[in-house]
């Protein structure tokens, strides 16, 4: 009994860890690039250990032959990438958000090395993503992301071909979400620019000779610091609701 016991033991771990390694592979906090793969892959593990009797009766049986398994396991990998990087859309806006107010502040050309994208950055999109990512674990909104993992196998049984028109329909609107949360936290700093560039273009109408932009450049960035420190933290909570409520789209019952 022993030696059928453990080849299905085997292929179930092995079909959840396909899932939970494929979503902690791109979920934001955890797969972030700054993390070792050595870490990420011991967290994996060690959730796939504990998923495991939790989804074990929604798993399909071992297949008879081998070849079998490689659809298996692409599916598992399809919906847990789709799974973690809808999550990681919504951590995005904070990305929209900040290079919209580095360009409207004259501070576009202050690029930084931002980790959560793993390139180049406006330095408040930098700021902003390693904000949203500290606040996203402070506020606990971890546990709901790890809660999801395990609410997928309700959402989306092993065994079953992936909804492909739904996720491209769900990523579609994650996009579009995203871009207009990010688009709302800097709406107060568009209009301010708007009123400066407005303000700027008459003062040149009426003096010609000034140079208008060497002069207001450096008050529109100290203005713009000045209301980024007091909008900061309706920026944050603004944030955490976005996230929270894309986030519940995967667990059961949200």
């Known amino acids: ?136 674990f402070m506020a606990d909104l971890h546990h709901l992301m790890l809660r999801a993992v395990t609410d997928s196998y309700i959402l989306f049984p092993a065994a079953q071909a992936p909804p492909v028109d739904g996720f491209a329909e769900m990523a579609a609107e994650a996009v579009a979400n995203s871009f207009l949360v990010g688009i709302q936290i800097s709406a107060p700093f568009i209009a301010y620019a708007l009123i400066l560039y407005i303000g700027m273009g008459l003062v040149n109408r009426l003096m010609p000779q000034m140079q208008v932009f060497f002069i207001v450049m450096p008050m529109q960035i100290l203005l713009a610091l000045l209301f980024f420190m007091i909008t900061l933290g309706a920026m944050g909570v603004w944030f955490l609701e976005h996230f929270e409520a894309g986030t519940t789209q995967f667990l059961v019952g949200g």
């Open 1 to 136: 009994m022993l030696a059928d016991l453990l080849p299905a033991l085997t292929f179930s771990f092995l079909l959840v860890f396909a899932r939970v390694g494929a979503i902690l592979m791109v979920l934001p906090g955890f797969g972030e690039p700054y993390i070792s793969p050595r870490v990420r892959l011991v967290i994996a593990l060690g959730l796939s250990i504990v998923v495991q009797p939790v989804v074990a009766a929604g798993l399909p049986d071992m297949p008879l032959q081998p070849v079998t398994l490689l659809p298996l396991l692409g599916g598992e990998i399809i919906i847990g990438i789709f799974i973690g990087g809808a999550i990681r859309l919504l951590v995005s806006a904070l990305h929209v958000a900040g290079i919209v107010i580095s360009f409207q502040s004259s501070l576009g050309f202050a690029q930084f090395f931002d980790p959560a994208q793993g390139a180049q950055g406006a330095l408040l999109g930098s700021f902003l993503t390693i904000m949203g990512m500290t606040l996203i």
